[in-house]
């Protein structure tokens, strides 16, 4: 009997992707928090910048997963990876074609470009990049002692952190650059290779710190912002305590020990959720309809709402997917 794969990452794959649809609704949808935002409501505006702290650290999650498992480039695997992309934004940009109120403003030319070049998609073009340098990033660990990788990985950070953070570099874009991938890959592949002393805390342990580097970066960041700091500063993929507390957060859930197959087979999708909310056509209705919640609900109508909400993008995504699935099983025979 062939034993069930171990949920413990797929459920991380699940989680971060939901927090990653989160913080979209958050600052994405709603914008970011200022000064007189906080001088207004202070504990809203608390609780907004504990939400995005916690949310923020599902892209560096995902890479730092990457790194874990190592990525191995195979043809078949890109065109997997290309035609999923595909699949969700010249499937859009065709419905753009005949929905009203879908349409991005482009002229159909136009957005069949971006659709084949997936202009609407940031990582993808990182991710990409990350993928084709992985062989040299791989073969690098394979021949490297730890004291090099380890020191490699420090320099890293230490320049991300004061050229993409403290000095806010336009080489780094708050972290949405394939540059910005490199450090949580390395940083992955030494965890699982060397099992550093931080890497075995209980898991409650890592939970428990992530929350609380979360918990103190927002306060960080409403100190800063009321004196007048731009927020986003706060709440990138190079901000250091955004970094720190994804490390925690990938910790705990590389220790759950457990088996499910409604997991393992919802986290295979967990792609399309990205590629459906964020495409040009659908992300301003996203970022309209969650700006509708906000104004027009009490605190408490408000969470729940927007947490349906956000589950039903999820599903919906996973649902379309499967008609990808199905599509690519049946072509991938030929490859």
């Avoid at 002393?197 to 992530?210: E, G, H, R, V, Y």
């Avoid at 399309?272 to 301003?284: E, W």
């Amino acid at each position: 009997m062939t034993k069930m794969r171990q949920s413990g990452f797929e459920l991380l794959r699940i989680v971060a992707m939901l927090l990653i649809v989160a913080t979209h609704a958050n600052t994405l949808s709603l914008g970011w928090m200022t000064g007189d935002d906080i001088a207004a409501a202070p504990g809203a505006s608390l609780a907004r910048m504990i939400i995005e702290s916690m949310t923020m650290v599902s892209v560096t999650a995902f890479i730092i997963i990457s790194g874990w498992f190592g990525i191995k480039p195979t043809w078949k695997k890109f065109g997997a990876f290309i035609f999923q992309c595909w699949f969700f934004a010249i499937g859009l940009f065709i419905a753009g074609l005949f929905v009203k109120g879908m349409s991005d403003g482009l002229s159909p030319a136009g957005g069949l470009q971006a659709a084949l070049l997936l202009s609407d998609y940031w990582f993808i073009i990182a991710y990409l990049f990350l993928f084709l340098m992985a062989p040299v990033l791989n073969s690098f660990v394979d021949n490297s002692t730890g004291k090099q990788l380890g020191t490699v990985i420090i320099l890293f950070f230490v320049f991300e952190f004061l050229f993409g953070w403290v000095n806010d570099s336009a080489v780094f874009v708050y972290g949405h650059t394939p540059i910005t991938f490199i450090g949580p890959y390395l940083l992955g592949k030494y965890m699982r290779k060397y099992e550093p002393a931080f890497t075995k805390l209980n898991k409650l342990t890592d939970l428990c710190i992530f929350l609380t580097l979360s918990l103190l970066n927002a306060v960080i960041a409403m100190i800063a912002v009321r004196k007048g700091v731009l927020a986003i500063r706060f709440f990138s993929d190079t901000t250091p305590l955004i970094v720190l507390s994804a490390v925690f957060f990938f910790l705990f859930f590389s220790k759950l020990s457990f088996s499910s197959k409604a997991v393992n087979y919802i986290a295979q999708s967990v792609f399309a959720v990205y590629l459906l909310h964020c495409n040009g056509h659908i992300l301003p209705l996203f970022k309209k309809t969650c700006l509708s919640l906000y104004l027009g609900n009490g605190t408490a109508a408000y969470a729940w709402k927007i947490c349906a909400f956000i589950l039903a993008v999820f599903f919906s995504a996973v649902i379309i997917d499967q008609i990808r699935k199905f599509i690519w099983e049946k072509a991938e025979k030929y490859f």
